[in-house]
């Protein structure tokens, strides 16, 4: 399930790190659920496909909008090559999403995007964070988390709404777009 604003715990309001790390416990979770799944089991691999590319994409893009401008100042090597990781992982995602759930070729498909995303996470959690924490000081993150949080919302009312709108075209207003 993302996290609205609704079902948000309050102590987590403030950390920004906190809430990325949230977040990739989250991905991790719907990883697990999709290697738990069998190839007959087309709508759900498709369901969870869905929930796993709003939860990545929102992801990805508060880091990339909010957080890495401010971690440039801790670290700009490790900024830059996050900001690569990502669209590694947009690559591998859009072959995933492209897959039929039942062909041979997607459970390959999740294992290596989500290796992919374990070592990015890894080295934010490791690494990247904590020089970020350091860096920006208490005030300095506070800050950070109110921003993050806000552009959460707005990206995931976007992403969640442009998933409506394509699930609603049907393929014949599409042919004729
Ligand atoms: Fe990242
Ligand atoms: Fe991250």
């Not at 987590?12 to 989250?26: S, V």
């Not at 995933?96 to 997607?106: R, S, V, W």
């Not at 999740?110 to 992919?116: I, P």
Request: net charge negative; charged share 35%.
């Amino acid at each position: 399930m993302t996290q609205t604003k609704k079902n948000r715990e309050p102590e987590q309001k403030l950390n920004p790190i906190d809430f990325l790390e949230a977040q990739h416990r989250e991905v991790e979770e719907l990883f697990e659920e999709l290697e738990d799944t069998s190839s007959r089991a087309t709508k759900t691999r498709r369901q969870l496909v869905g929930k796993l590319a709003i939860a990545i994409e929102a992801h990805a893009q508060i880091e990339e909008k909010v957080f890495y401008p401010e971690g440039r100042q801790a670290d700009e090597e490790m900024t830059l090559e996050a900001y690569e990781e990502h669209n590694t992982v947009r690559y591998a995602l859009g072959r995933l999403k492209e897959t039929e759930p039942a062909d041979k070729t997607f459970m390959a498909r999740v294992v290596v995007l989500k290796e992919f995303i374990e070592h990015h996470v890894e080295e934010e959690e490791q690494e990247y964070f904590p020089k970020v924490r350091k860096t920006l000081g208490k005030q300095g993150l506070m800050e950070l988390g109110v921003s993050l949080q806000k552009a959460y919302d707005e990206v995931i009312e976007n992403l969640e709404n442009e998933g409506t709108e394509s699930a609603k075209r049907s393929p014949e207003t599409e042919l004729y777009a």
